[in-house]
């Protein structure tokens, strides 16, 4: 499975930006999906993640109220609508799968078997 994050890009705070993850590869479309960001000299975060049915989505408390999982199956695509941005938001973004659906609320990453190559965000205050 191969995953292409995009739709990065230079954001003023308060703004929007929507981020999308497009799988490639057999059964990627039954996978769970998480997404993740890292900032420079940070940690890796965990924000967001998605159920392969959509059914059930989990959030980080950083980014609840703020950032939306989504995803369409038929496009094999998982989207972060990121709104009200702030400063803070800027990181490189990426995108994972769960092939074996493991622990739902994990937020380490640890679940994952795939990541995509990540997308810069930056926000401008």
């Known amino acids: 499975v191969q995953l292409q994050a995009s739709g990065g890009g230079l954001v003023q705070a308060g703004g929007s930006l929507r981020l999308s993850c497009v799988a490639s590869?057999?059964?990627?479309?039954?996978?769970?999906m998480g997404w993740f960001r890292q900032a420079p000299g940070k940690e890796r975060e965990f924000l967001a993640a998605i159920s392969w049915s959509a059914s059930t989505t989990y959030y980080a408390d950083s980014v609840r109220g703020r950032f939306t999982v989504s995803r369409d199956n038929a496009k094999n695509t998982v989207y972060l609508q990121m709104n009200s941005v702030k400063p803070e938001d800027t990181a490189v973004y990426y995108c994972?799968?769960?092939?074996?659906?493991?622990?739902?609320?994990?937020?380490?990453?640890?679940?994952?078997?795939?990541w995509g190559q990540g997308t810069q965000v930056t926000v401008s205050s």
């Open positions: 590869g057999p059964s990627s479309s039954t996978y769970d």
């Open positions: 994972a799968a769960d092939r074996d659906s493991g622990y739902f609320e994990d937020v380490s990453g640890r679940r994952y078997d795939y």
